[in-house]
Every structure is written in structure tokens, then in C-alpha cells.
């Protein structure tokens, strides 16, 4: 029997830890050091809220104070590697995702779907830089904009897939990228058809990527692969008929290995 799913009326449900998560949770590539004002306003607490937690976490070793800035430290990346090291198939794929890179010279990834983004869970990086920002095992982002997005999407039942349509907001990031919620279904329903989803230039101005589902031995989705690159070096036929068969050749010998 399946275990309901607390909410926050719950009588177990910690709301102090889930604020100490929140507050963890609002640093990000764009906010790496905030003052106390900053965190509350992102967090949505008062002042002396998010100061109670900031303190607390600073006291264990997860944020550091300096002069009216906090920020994470290192100790953060002990709560990621925990979900790593607890999932014995990171190894595996690592190594298929590695060997994608060497016969393509393009970087590839695993990534997961939490809430309205993807999650990267496992990254082989090509040497050419294809992002303004740097994509890195715990990056998040937008699943309406990403290849892996969408691919993960797609294996959603339709009551869940119309929760996530109706939750999220489209913040378009380039003059390519969809701006309808009709449109998004489109694309994620035709990926459930063909069974791979392509984003072209819609997240980043020149970034071109390619992906399919990845499944353990027991059928079990563990998440999407990628192969991303640069629109000016890769056609759109070379994406689909040469770099997908290799995604999908990897994921296939990932289901062979992973139990």
C-alpha cells in the first residue's frame, strides 16, 4: 500500500525542517551570497525567521557568515552525495555518459525530474564550454525549456503531467523558446510518441540537445540522458540521426546493467 504523502496541516509533518531546507534551497547560481533582508524576501519569511535559521545553519557547518553576506559552504555537498552514494547505479552511467563524450565530443548528462525542473545527477562534460552558466551535478533547471525536461514529462500520467501544466510559469529565455502552455503539451506529448524529446535553442542562444528515457532492469525509470551541443556545429539531422541512436544505444546497455 502506497504511504500517503504528508502536508503541511499534518501533525508530523516538521515545518522547521522544511524551513531550514527552504533556506538552503533559495541559494543558487544567481544568489550565491545574500544578506538576512535578501533570504527572507526569497524565502517569504520574516526577519527574525530566516535569521533563526541562517544562524542554525551556520552553527552546523552549512553556511558561512561574512560581514552582512551568507553563503553555502562545501559541508552542502555531503546532502547530494548522500542521494549518490545511496543510488549504486551512479558509477554505471557515469560510465556510459563518459564513453557518449569520447565517441561524440559533446557533453552528455543524467538528470531527474523534482517539481518543475530537472535535477543533473551525472554529468560528462565536453571540453568546449556550451552555457553561460556551468552545468554541474546538482544544477537545476527548468524541465519546460530542457530536452531531459520534457523527456521526463512525457512519462508522466496525464493527471500529473495537467498538475505540472497547471503550476508552472513559462519564463521564456531566448526568442526561440515557447510561450503558451498548448504549445508545451505539444512538445511533451509528441515525445511520448516518438520517445525522445529535442529543446532547440530555447534555454540558451546556440545550445542544441537531444535525449530519451533511462531505465533500470526492472523497468524502473531512473531519468533522461542528453547529448548537448552547439547549433552552429551540429545540424538538426546529425541530432536526430546520428547522436540519438547513440542515446538510445546507451540507454539500453544502462537497463542491461543497472538492477
Do not use: C, W
Not at 196 to 209: F, H, M, N, T, V
Amino acid at each position: 500500500m502506497q504511504e500517503e504523502t504528508l502536508n503541511e496541516d499534518s501533525r508530523d509533518f516538521v515545518t522547521a525542517l522544511a524551513s531550514g531546507l527552504e533556506v538552503i534551497r533559495t541559494f543558487d547560481h544567481e544568489h550565491p551570497r545574500m544578506t538576512l533582508s535578501e533570504v527572507a524576501t526569497r524565502t517569504g519569511m520574516n526577519r527574525a525567521k530566516a535569521r533563526r535559521f541562517l544562524l542554525t545553519l551556520h552553527a552546523l557547518g552549512y553556511v558561512r557568515k561574512q560581514q552582512r553576506y551568507f553563503e553555502l559552504t562545501p559541508q552542502v555537498l555531503q546532502l547530494g552525495y548522500a542521494f549518490l552514494s545511496a543510488n549504486n547505479y551512479q558509477g554505471v552511467i557515469q560510465q556510459y555518459l563518459e564513453e557518449i563524450t569520447d565517441e561524440t565530443g559533446e557533453s552528455s548528462s543524467l538528470a531527474v525530474l523534482e517539481g518543475n525542473d530537472v535535477v543533473y545527477v551525472a554529468r560528462s562534460a565536453a571540453k568546449h564550454r556550451l552555457m553561460t552558466i556551468t552545468l554541474s551535478v546538482g544544477t537545476r533547471l527548468p524541465a519546460a525549456y530542457t530536452s531531459m525536461g520534457r523527456t521526463l514529462l512525457a512519462q508522466l500520467s496525464d493527471t500529473d503531467l495537467e498538475l505540472f501544466l497547471s503550476t508552472v510559469e513559462l519564463q521564456p529565455h531566448t526568442d526561440k523558446a515557447i510561450t503558451n502552455i498548448d504549445q508545451l503539451r505539444d512538445k511533451i506529448l509528441n515525445a511520448r510518441q516518438q520517445g525522445y524529446a529535442i529543446s532547440d535553442q530555447e534555454l540558451d542562444p546556440g545550445l542544441r540537445s537531444i535525449a530519451a528515457p533511462v531505465y533500470d532492469a526492472k523497468k524502473h525509470l531512473l531519468g533522461a540522458i542528453n547529448i548537448s551541443t552547439n547549433a552552429a556545429r551540429v545540424d538538426f539531422n546529425t541530432l536526430v540521426n546520428v547522436y540519438l541512436p547513440i542515446v538510445r544505444k546507451k540507454a539500453a546497455q544502462i537497463q542491461l546493467h543497472v538492477n
